[in-house]
C-alpha cells in the first residue's frame, strides 16, 4: 500500500524528482519483493509517454550493471585461473588419492560386513525392544479395563446387580476413554446398554418373584404380627390389672369375677416373659426376604429411572390388595375363613409399613394412607355383607375378637382404625340378635322340659342347691320341715341361670372395644331388656297358646312369672356388680322385667279363661235332651253334673296361686275369681244359647222342667263358693237370665211380666221379649204337633189360646222395640 501511494503521488513532483523515483522504483524490483504487479501498475497508469521512460531507464540501469558485472570478472579473472591451475596440479593427486579411497573403502567394506551384520541386529533388537516396551505399556493401560471388565461379569454370574451398575460407571468414566481407539473397547462399550437392560430384566423378574413371594406369605406375616399385637395387650391388660389391685383402683371386672391375685398375676406375667423369651420374635424381614425391592431400587435409582420403579411396584401392590381385599364366598361359615382375610390384609400392610421405612421415596405415608383408607372402605363393606349371614353367636364373638385385633395389630402400624370400632358397634346389634334367637331356642327347651310341678327339695342341701341358682326367699316355707315344695317349678331357676348367662354372653362382646364402664352397663341392661320383653316374652307367649298346655300349666306358668318378676331386681344388681355402676345413676337404665311378666301372666290369665271355656264346650256338646219329653228325669243331666265336678276340681288348683303377701294373694285370688265368673257366665250363656238354637223347632214343658233342674244345679255350684272371695249371690247372677226366663215358662206367669215389662222393678226384668217369643213359638208349635185332640179339651184350646194372646203381644213388642231402634 506504501508503494502504491508512492506512484500514485509522482503526477504531483516535478521533472527533476522523477528521475529519482524511477531509481527508487527500480530499486524495489531488484530487490525481488513480491508482487511486482502494484509497482509496475503504478508505472503504466502515469502520463502517456511515462512507458517509454520507463522502458528508456530500465535499458539504462541494465547497461550500468552489464558494466559492473564486466568490471567485476575482470577483477575475479585472475583468481579463476590460478584456481584452475591449482586444480590440474592436484588431479593425479586425486587420482591417486581416488584409488587408494576405493580401495580403502574395498576392504573396510569387507571388513565391516560382519559389523553391518551385527548392527542390524541391534537395530532389530532395539525395534523389538521398543515395540515390546510400547506394547508393555498398552497393554499396562488396557489391562485395568480388562479387570474391570472381567469384574463385572463376575458381579453378574453373582447377581451383584448393583455393584456391577457400579463398575460400569467406572468403565465409561474412568477406564474406557483411555483405550477407546482400540477395537475390543468399542465392543465393551457397545456391551454395556445391552448389560444395563439385562440387569433391569433381571431385578424386575427378581421383584415379581419377591412380589409372588410376599402374597403367598402375607398371611403368615400377618398371623404373626396379629400373634405378637394379641401377646402385647395380653401383657399390656396384665400389667394393668396388677397396678389396679397395688393401689386399689375400681378395675373393669370381666363376668363379674373377683380378679386375681397379685401373686397370681405376678407368675403368670412371669411366665409369659419366659416364653417370649424361648419364642424368637419374628417380624416381616424374618419371614420374607427384602433384598430384591433393595436391590431393584438400588438398580432403578443408579439407572436414572427411580420414578418408573415406583410407579411399577405402587401398581402392582395395588393389584395385589385388591386380591386381598376380594374374600372368599364361604368366608362367612367357618372363624377360619375370617382369620385368613385378616392375615392377609395385615400382612400386606405390615409389608408396606416396612418398605415405608426401611426405604428413601418407594412408598410414602401419604401413598399407604390413601391405600388403607381404600382397603378399609373394601372391609368394611365385606364384612357388613358376610356378618350378616353369620347366625351363630359364638362365631360372630370370634369375629369381633378377630376385627379388635386386626385393628389393634394395625393401629401399632399407625394406621387409623376408629371406622373399624364403629363397625363393631353394628355387629355388636347383629350379635345381641344372634344371641336372642340362641337364647329363644334356650328357652323354649327349658320350657319344654318343664313338668310344670312345685320343685320338691327333699333336704337342706337340695335347697341350698336350688336358692344357689335362684334368689328365693320365703321366710314362710323357712319354717317349713322337709320334705317340702317350692311354689316355682324347675323352669324358673334354669330361665335366671340362662339370663345371667346371656349377659355375661353379651359382656363378652363389650370387652375392648374401648369403652367406658358407663357405656358398657348401659349396652348390657338394654341387651338384658330385649332378651326379657322380647324374646322371653314371645316365649312365654307362644307357651300360654300350647296345645297340650293345660289349666294346672297355665296356674304354675303364673306363678312362675311372679318369681321370675320379683328376681328382676337381683339381675340389676348383678349388672351393677359387673360394671361397677350404680343403679342410682341418673342414665341407668332399667330392666323392663315387671312389665314383661306381667303381660306373660295376663296372657296366661287369659287362656285359662279361653280354655276353661272351651272345656265347657267341649261338656256341653256331650249333651243329649230330649226336646220332645213329656216330664223331666227328676235329676240334672249327666254332663252337667260331670261339667260342675270337672269345674269345682279346677277352682281348687288356684289355691295353689302365690299368695305370700297381701299383694300376691290379692292377685291370686282375683285370677280364680275372674276365671269363675268367665266360666259361668260363659256356660249360662251356651245354655241360653241352646236353648234358642234355630236348629232346635220344637220344645215341651217338661224339657223346660229339665233344663230348669240343670240350671238349679249351675246355681247351686254358684252359691256353695266354689273360690272364695265373692260377695252376696254376685256369682249366681250370671245365671240370672235363664233363671228369670225359666221363672216365666215354668210358672206361665204371662201375664205379669207383659203388665211389668219396661218397670225397674219387673219380675222378669232380664227376659228379653224377642227371646221369651223365640222359645215360645217352639213351645206352641209343639204343643200343636203332639195334642192331635186338643180341640176337644177345653183347657188345652184355653192354654192354646193363651199361647197365641202371648205370642201376638209378645210380637208386638219386639216390632215396637226394633221400630225404635
Request: aromatic share 10%; hydrophobic share 35%; with cysteine.
Amino acid at each position: 500500500m506504501a508503494r502504491k501511494s508512492k506512484l500514485n503521488l509522482l503526477e504531483f513532483y516535478s521533472e527533476e524528482n522523477k528521475d529519482q523515483i524511477y531509481a527508487n522504483v527500480f530499486a524495489e524490483i531488484e530487490s525481488f519483493e513480491l508482487p511486482l504487479g502494484t509497482s509496475l501498475r503504478s508505472v503504466y497508469d502515469d502520463q502517456p509517454n511515462a512507458h517509454q521512460r520507463f522502458m528508456e531507464k530500465l535499458d539504462a540501469c541494465i547497461r550500468n550493471h552489464d558494466r559492473e558485472i564486466e568490471k567485476m570478472c575482470n577483477f575475479h579473472h585472475q583468481g579463476f585461473v590460478d584456481a584452475i591451475t591449482e586444480l590440474l596440479k592436484v588431479r593425479a593427486d586425486a587420482e591417486k588419492l581416488k584409488v587408494q579411497v576405493t580401495d580403502t573403502n574395498r576392504r573396510l567394506q569387507d571388513a565391516g560386513k560382519e559389523v553391518i551384520a551385527q548392527t542390524e541386529e541391534i537395530i532389530r533388537c532395539r525395534i523389538q525392544q521398543r515395540n515390546i516396551t510400547t506394547v508393555v505399556e498398552k497393554l499396562q493401560l488396557c489391562l485395568p479395563v480388562l479387570e474391570m471388565y472381567s469384574k463385572l461379569k463376575e458381579q453378574m454370574n453373582v447377581k451383584r446387580y448393583y455393584s456391577a451398575l457400579k463398575t460400569m460407571e467406572q468403565l465409561e468414566n474412568m477406564y474406557l476413554p483411555r483405550v477407546s481407539q482400540y477395537r475390543f473397547c468399542q465392543i465393551m462399550i457397545e456391551n454395556l446398554p445391552k448389560l444395563r437392560e439385562e440387569i433391569k430384566e433381571i431385578s424386575v423378574s427378581d421383584l415379581k418373584d419377591f412380589l409372588e413371594s410376599i402374597r403367598k406369605h402375607s398371611d403368615k406375616i400377618g398371623e404373626t404380627a396379629m400373634k405378637q399385637a394379641q401377646q402385647q395387650k395380653t401383657f399390656n391388660t396384665a400389667l394393668q390389672k396388677q397396678n389396679n389391685v397395688m393401689y386399689g383402683r375400681n378395675m373393669y371386672i370381666i363376668n363379674g369375677r373377683v380378679p386375681e391375685p397379685k401373686y397370681e398375676i405376678t407368675s403368670k406375667q412371669t411366665l409369659e416373659e419366659e416364653d417370649e423369651h424361648e419364642e424368637e420374635v419374628l417380624t416381616a424381614h424374618d419371614l420374607v426376604d427384602f433384598s430384591p425391592v433393595y436391590r431393584c431400587l438400588h438398580i432403578y435409582s443408579v439407572l436414572g429411572d427411580g420414578e418408573t420403579f415406583e410407579n411399577y411396584y405402587r401398581k402392582q401392590r395395588r393389584k395385589q390388595a385388591r386380591l386381598v381385599l376380594q374374600p372368599q364366598s364361604s368366608m362367612h361359615e367357618t372363624v377360619e375363613g375370617y382369620r385368613r382375610y385378616f392375615s392377609q390384609i395385615v400382612g400386606f400392610f405390615v409389608v408396606e409399613d416396612h418398605i415405608l421405612h426401611v426405604t428413601q421415596g418407594l412408598v410414602t405415608r401419604a401413598y399407604t394412607d390413601e391405600l388403607w383408607n381404600m382397603a378399609l372402605s373394601k372391609i368394611i363393606a365385606v364384612l357388613r355383607t358376610h356378618s350378616s349371614y353369620c347366625s351363630d353367636p359364638d362365631l360372630v364373638l370370634e369375629l369381633k375378637n378377630l376385627i379388635v385385633v386386626f385393628a389393634d395389630t394395625l393401629q401399632g402400624y399407625g394406621f387409623p382404625v376408629n371406622r373399624l370400632f364403629d363397625l363393631l358397634f353394628e355387629i355388636r346389634d347383629q350379635y345381641n340378635e344372634t344371641l336372642l334367637k340362641k337364647w329363644a331356642g334356650l328357652f323354649r327347651d327349658i320350657f319344654e322340659a318343664d313338668n310344670y310341678s312345685p320343685i320338691p327339695v327333699a333336704n337342706e342341701e337340695e335347697y341350698k342347691i336350688v336358692i344357689s341358682k335362684f334368689p328365693f326367699q320365703d321366710p314362710e316355707l323357712d319354717k317349713q320341715s322337709f320334705p317340702k315344695k317350692l311354689p316355682m317349678s324347675q323352669s324358673v331357676p334354669q330361665i335366671y341361670i340362662q339370663v345371667k348367662e346371656f349377659i355375661y354372653a353379651s359382656l363378652k362382646f363389650s370387652e375392648s372395644l374401648h369403652r367406658s364402664s358407663t357405656e358398657i352397663d348401659d349396652m348390657l341392661r338394654k341387651s338384658t331388656n330385649l332378651l326379657l320383653t322380647r324374646t322371653l316374652s314371645t316365649c312365654l307367649q307362644n307357651l300360654t297358646k300350647k296345645p297340650h298346655i293345660g289349666l294346672t300349666e297355665l296356674v304354675q306358668i303364673i306363678i312362675n312369672t311372679t318369681h321370675l318378676e320379683q328376681a328382676c331386681k337381683y339381675l340389676e344388681d348383678f349388672i351393677t356388680n359387673i360394671t361397677n355402676i350404680s343403679q342410682e345413676t341418673v342414665h341407668t337404665a332399667r330392666l323392663y322385667g315387671l312389665s314383661t311378666f306381667k303381660d306373660a301372666r295376663h296372657a296366661a290369665e287369659g287362656e285359662i279363661y279361653t280354655k276353661l271355656n272351651q272345656k265347657i264346650d267341649e261338656f256341653i256338646q256331650l249333651a243329649d235332651y230330649d226336646w220332645t219329653m213329656s216330664e223331666s228325669d227328676g235329676r240334672a243331666s249327666g254332663y252337667l253334673m260331670d261339667l260342675i265336678n270337672f269345674l269345682r276340681s279346677t277352682f281348687q288348683v288356684f289355691t295353689h296361686l302365690p299368695n305370700n303377701n297381701n299383694d300376691h294373694a290379692a292377685m291370686s285370688g282375683k285370677v280364680a275369681q275372674t276365671a269363675c265368673m268367665s266360666a259361668c257366665q260363659h256356660l249360662s250363656t251356651s245354655l241360653m244359647q241352646m236353648l234358642l238354637d234355630s236348629e232346635l223347632k220344637q220344645i215341651s214343658m217338661g224339657a223346660v222342667q229339665q233344663f230348669n233342674l240343670d240350671v238349679m244345679q249351675c246355681e247351686l255350684f254358684a252359691s256353695s263358693e266354689p273360690v272364695p272371695g265373692f260377695q252376696g249371690d254376685t256369682l249366681q247372677l250370671a245365671f240370672i237370665n235363664l233363671r228369670q226366663l225359666l221363672d216365666l215358662f215354668m210358672v206361665w206367669d204371662w201375664s205379669t211380666y207383659l203388665a211389668d215389662y219396661g218397670q225397674p222393678t219387673s219380675k222378669y226384668l232380664r227376659v228379653n221379649p224377642s227371646t221369651a217369643l223365640t222359645l215360645l213359638e217352639k213351645m206352641k208349635d209343639n204343643s200343636k204337633k203332639n195334642n192331635i185332640f186338643t180341640q176337644f179339651r177345653k183347657n188345652d184350646r184355653d192354654k192354646q189360646k193363651l199361647i197365641e194372646t202371648v205370642v201376638k203381644q209378645l210380637r208386638s213388642l219386639v216390632n215396637g222395640m226394633s221400630q225404635h231402634t
